[in-house]
Every structure is written in C-alpha cells, then in structure tokens.
C-alpha cells in the first residue's frame, strides 16, 4: 500500500534549517573577543556583632589584545561573585592605548601611584613581554608583545597595576602628537642612516 505524501511541502526541512540557525554559530559581539584575566583575589574579614563576616575581594583586568584595556574591583560573599562585579567595573573603565606596529609601546614612560612606581620601556622585536605580577597582566591584555618594564616601589598589586595605567594614560602616537601641534606625521619622523623611520614623539611630547 502506497504511503500517502507528508503536508506542507518542504515545510520540515525549512523547521530543521531554523533549529540549525538557531543553534549555530552566534554573531560576534562587543565582548566577544575580550580577554579576562585575575590579577589578585583577597579574602576580607569584617567584625560584627555575632563575629565576624568573611568576603572575597577580586582584581581583574580586561582586554581585547588590540589597544584596549581596564580594570576593576569587586567584593563580594562568594568568589565567583565577586570576580563577576570586578569584570563589569573593569570593562566599563577600558580605556585606548595605542600601539606602534601592533605590538610594543610608542615610547618609554613612568607611572606612579601611591607608593607603587613602574617603568616601562618598548622593545624591538622579538623582546616578549619582560614584566611580572600585575603588569603582566596588563600588558598581555592590551595586546603589548614586546616590551621591557619594572616595579621599582611597592609591591601592592592595586597600587602596580594603577600606577601602569597612568603610565598607558600618556602614551602618544606620531599621529596624535602631530595633531596637537598642528603639524605633519612625516615632520615629527627622523631618518636613520638605514633609511628606517625613526620616531621622536617622546621629544615631540616633551617640548
């Protein structure tokens, strides 16, 4: 006995198409590609009336490993917690560096907070990244490959990684340097005996 023809035409395959739509892969969004990474966590003791009450404080940095990074701190009654409150502080306080060929800084800087001061220097290429603790984690996040820097004052991490920041703060590329002082990126570029560009922002900054 012949089998009497299914309804609807093709209407289960276009079913199986949007289930394999919807299960697919999703577009990429704002936060697809930032990379997290805990830098400190801490367990903080408060004394009340019945004893004492026990929290988690997080330090995370985020970024996108192509001049973006942040940081954040959280503080909760569980790890997780806490290190989820410290991740969205950090992404909404990211802030733009810009990079020399994608890889290392465009001149050398200092930072300073409190009583942690940091150092850092660009490297040519091949350096990696030469920094430990807290810095690390910054560097890495930004999208630095090669680079040399050091802690030359306290070894607290909210105070390194602070003082790093404001170090990134005053980072300036040829470009934006040359906007400031009304003149061209090739005025602000020296030449060197190889026929290499050689920049100067550092003294263009300075002066």
């Known amino acids: 006995m012949a089998q009497a023809p299914q309804r609807g035409g093709g209407g289960g395959n276009d079913r199986n198409r949007r289930d394999n739509n919807r299960n697919g892969p999703v577009a990429d969004g ?13 367990r903080v003791a408060a004394t009340v009336k019945g004893g004492r009450r026990f929290s988690f404080a997080a330090l995370m940095v985020v970024g996108d490993g192509k001049g973006r990074v942040g940081f954040g701190h959280g503080k909760a009654r569980e790890v997780p917690e806490a290190i989820r409150k410290a991740t969205e502080e950090a992404k909404k306080t990211m802030i733009r560096v810009p990079l020399r060929e994608n890889r290392t800084l465009h ?16 490297a040519p290429p091949g350096t990696g990244v030469i920094a430990g603790g807290p810095m690390r ?28 920041f404001e170090a990134l703060k005053v980072q300036s590329s040829p470009r934006q340097v040359a906007s400031k002082r009304g003149k061209k990126v090739s005025d602000l570029m020296g030449r060197r005996n190889d026929g290499a560009s050689a920049p100067v922002e550092a003294e263009a900054v300075e002066s």
């Open 107 to 122: 001149h050398d800087g200092n930072g300073r907070w409190g009583a942690g001061k940091i150092m850092m220097r660009a």
């Open 30 to 42: 704002p936060d697809s590609d930032i990379v997290e990474k805990l830098v400190h966590i801490n």
């Open 137 to 164: 984690a910054v560097l890495e996040t930004l999208g630095v490959h090669d680079v040399v820097a050091k802690s030359t004052g306290s070894s607290n991490p909210y105070n390194m990684i602070r003082a790093t």
